[in-house]
């Protein structure tokens, strides 16, 4: 018993104090819409130069979700128009399957809703949240609707769309059939004002986003027309569709009891057959080891929806001491090697790039996961401030979608951090001609918020990222090394042939000897220890007939395109060709 004191008693004021039914009078249910809009932060949008590449970020993941869903190469056009100071419209379209008629109100005017969060598939978006996160945006700064245009294989329709925040529920504020012909066959064109944004072409501003989705996506063609009209066609370079997302059953390695039981409720069968039937890698044989390890502590046989709490306690301590495969990489969909190492050298254009894919891992919950990672160096690797100088550069990708905020709080920079750089030839990692590209591919990604931004710690994922950038950084050391022994060894053969006249001539002097034998054999002995190192000239010279015979190659394939002057202007877009022969020179080093 805590005893009253008399100063407690004294701080109470009767006159005043509330009872607790006073209180609870207050007690209310809100909508998960309502706390959205308190805490719009929480969904990416927290700043003027940020809210615009929220907005195209939600639109243009859906459009590439939506492409691959029915398997075909994406062609998505964004667009956004400055409509006043820090007021602007935006347009999305793409060639997709449409929205049903039905549903078009609920996938823009309702939040947590989608076709995508039930599923154990490996998709961009994962919440239900981004697109109706929109048009709440538009909503609060603009009072305006969202308008969509969306072509089925039955029907094209043309709605006007806001939320009832209060019921999380959608206002239809018009809908009619559209006649226009817009669509080649089908798909959505979204359209949308918002005040309180600001268009900076940076870092993290729209193109730097759509640039770097479009190194994650060889299979799609974006085009992007910024608030001057300049048009930008990042083209398709990869030659093949992604396939349908396949679903990946949960892993028995990662997956807790409070999952195990959710899953079970669903289940009439017995215990043995729910573990086969709804975890991957559990087979017969599996289940006769946990049998003999739980022996009378368990009845397999008992319905899987009658387990306790208990029951599943059991079977997941077993779990951890049994061996079972790794998760198959089925359902896991990377970029692949080649596709990185094209869309990096076209993008980046560094001197050298190594790019590991770690083999599939499991995260907690029983999530498959795998990362992809790529080194690049040296060229033109890294950013330039706008003092000249040069920094590493760190791109981040979920599923494909670039991270373009929360850089700090992200799983993937901590990694990063975490490595001794200096053990790679690379002594000051923040100021080295480095990018960093790292894209972790998961049926759930754990994200630090629903904003989707960056990566929240988790054991597994944070090793494979770390493990698979030591292995590149291997790469590097000793490419880094054999280049640093190359250029100690060209600067001792110059000083050698500088010293070669005046020592020659001294020899002569000392042994009454001719100069012209003895420079010939200085220059036979010079010549014979450093007969793989080219002299300056020549290797200038190379280097130049080296151009030609690439120039030449480049003219016949360059397909001119409004592009080019666009690309011109961002810093790391910048001699794409030659990027190309780079990596031709360097192929064997990957
Ligand atoms: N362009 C589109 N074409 C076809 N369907 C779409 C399109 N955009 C959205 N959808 C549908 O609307 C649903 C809701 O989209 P929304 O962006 O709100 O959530 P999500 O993509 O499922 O998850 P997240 O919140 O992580 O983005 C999607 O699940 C998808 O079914
Ligand atoms: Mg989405």
């Not at 996961?369 to 003092?387: D, H, I, K, P």
């Not at 960056?454 to 994922?461: D, F, H, K």
């Not at 793989?532 to 003219?555: C, G, Q, R, V």
Request: charged letters at 30%; aromatic letters at 8%; one cysteine or more.
């Amino acid at each position: 018993m805590i005893n009253k004191t008399e100063k407690e008693d004294k701080a109470k004021n009767p006159a005043t104090e509330k009872t607790a039914d006073e209180i609870f009078k207050e007690f209310r249910e809100i909508s998960i819409s309502e706390f959205f809009r308190k805490n719009r932060t929480q969904l990416g949008y927290s700043g003027k130069a940020r809210n615009l590449t929220t907005i195209i970020h939600e639109l243009v993941t859906n459009a590439l979700d939506a492409c691959e869903e029915c398997e075909i190469f994406p062609e998505i056009e964004a667009k956004i128009e400055r409509q006043d100071n820090e007021h602007y419209k935006f347009f999305c379209n793409d060639n997709a399957y449409g929205i049903p008629k039905e549903h078009i109100g609920d996938v823009f005017g309702k939040m947590l809703a989608g076709t995508k969060f039930h599923r154990n598939v490996q998709m961009r978006g994962q919440q239900g949240l981004g697109v109706s996160g929109v048009t709440m945006f538009c909503q609060m700064t603009t009072g305006k609707p969202i308008k969509v245009i969306t072509k089925t294989k039955v029907e094209c329709i043309e709605a006007k769309i806001m939320i009832d925040v209060s019921a999380n529920k959608p206002i239809i504020v018009e809908e009619k059939n559209c006649e226009l012909n817009l669509f080649t066959s089908t798909g959505t064109i979204i359209e949308g004002e918002c005040k309180e944004a600001i268009y900076i072409n940076n870092e993290s501003g729209v193109f730097e986003y759509l640039r770097r989705t479009a190194i994650a996506n060889p299979h799609a063609k974006i085009t992007f027309t910024d608030t001057d009209g300049k048009n930008t066609v990042f083209e398709r370079t990869g030659s093949e569709i992604l396939k349908k997302p396949k679903e990946i059953k949960p892993h028995p390695r990662g997956i807790n009891i409070d999952d195990l039981i959710r899953l079970s409720k669903r289940e009439n069968i017995s215990i043995s057959s729910f573990l086969i039937h709804s975890l991957s890698r559990v087979t017969q044989d599996k289940i006769n080891e946990l049998r003999s390890m739980l022996g009378n502590e368990l009845n397999f046989d008992k319905k899987a929806n009658e387990m306790t709490w208990q029951d599943a306690e059991k079977i997941i301590n077993a779990f951890k001491s049994i061996k079972f495969l790794a998760p198959s990489s089925e359902g896991l969909r990377t970029i692949g090697e080649e596709n990185i190492k094209r869309a990096l050298t076209a993008i980046v254009n560094p001197e050298i790039l190594f790019v590991i894919t770690r083999k599939p891992s499991v995260h907690s919950g029983g999530y498959a996961f795998q990362v992809e990672c790529a080194l690049c160096y040296g060229g033109n690797a890294g950013r330039r401030t706008s003092e000249g100088k040069v920094k590493s550069e760190i791109m981040r990708f979920a599923n494909s979608v670039p991270l373009l905020f929360d850089n700090g709080e992200c799983l993937i920079t901590k990694a990063i951090y975490d490595i001794e750089w200096k053990k790679y030839e690379i002594k000051d990692f923040d100021n080295s001609p480095v990018t960093i590209f790292v894209n972790v591919v998961s049926t759930y990604i754990p994200y630090a918020s629903a904003g989707k931004q960056s990566i929240s710690y988790e054991e597994e994922i944070f090793k494979e990222v770390k493990y698979g950038l030591m292995d590149a950084g291997r790469n590097i050391s000793g490419y880094i090394s054999k280049k640093k022994n190359a250029e100690t060894e060209k600067t001792r053969l110059k000083i050698l042939k500088d010293y070669a006249m005046p020592c020659s001539d001294a020899v002569s002097i000392l042994t009454a000897g001719s100069y012209d034998e003895i420079y010939v054999k200085f220059n036979k002995v010079i010549e014979t220890k450093y007969k793989d190192i080219k002299n300056e000239d020549e290797e200038k010279e190379e280097n130049t007939d080296m151009n030609k015979l690439n120039n030449s190659d480049n003219n016949s394939n360059n397909k001119s395109d409004s592009n080019s002057d666009n690309n011109s202007d961002n810093n790391s877009d910048n001699n794409s060709d030659n990027a190309y022969n780079n990596s031709n020179n360097n192929s064997n080093n990957s």
